[in-house]
């Protein structure tokens, strides 16, 4: 049974720092590529980032290119979003997704961002 479960969210001020994880269980975590999006009130689902099986090739959104990374420890089976001059219009639930057979998704963590 696949699951994700993101933590790591909360309340920071704009300018500050967040470190979002994703624990995966239940496919070969190592070999799948995984990404994180992200969806605002009253907003479609937003892509945030990518990163490849071995971690050795990312993408990322333009809104988000240069303040966040995208990592990953296969031996943990944990991908984490590191979030640095968070602003308001970051504020979302964030949610970490694959595709291995079908896409899956976790519950979302919250981060808001206070101006």
Do not use: H
């Not at 979002?20 to 799948?32: E, M, Q, V, Y």
């Not at 590191?82 to 602003?87: E, P, V």
Request: proline share 3%.
């Amino acid at each position: 049974q696949v699951q994700l479960v993101e933590s790591g969210g909360g309340l920071v001020q704009s300018g500050g720092s967040l470190r979002l994880s994703c624990a995966a269980s239940g496919f070969p975590f190592s070999d799948i590529r995984m990404s994180w999006y992200r969806q605002a009130p009253d907003k479609a689902r937003e892509y945030v980032a990518t990163i490849s099986d071995t971690g050795g090739s990312t993408t990322y959104a333009d809104s988000v290119k240069g303040r966040f990374f995208i990592v990953r420890d296969n031996s943990k089976n944990t991908v984490y979003l590191q979030m640095n001059s968070l602003q308001p219009e970051d504020t979302a639930r964030y949610y970490c997704g694959t595709f291995w057979r079908r896409t899956y998704w976790g519950q979302g963590t919250q981060v808001t961002v206070s101006s």
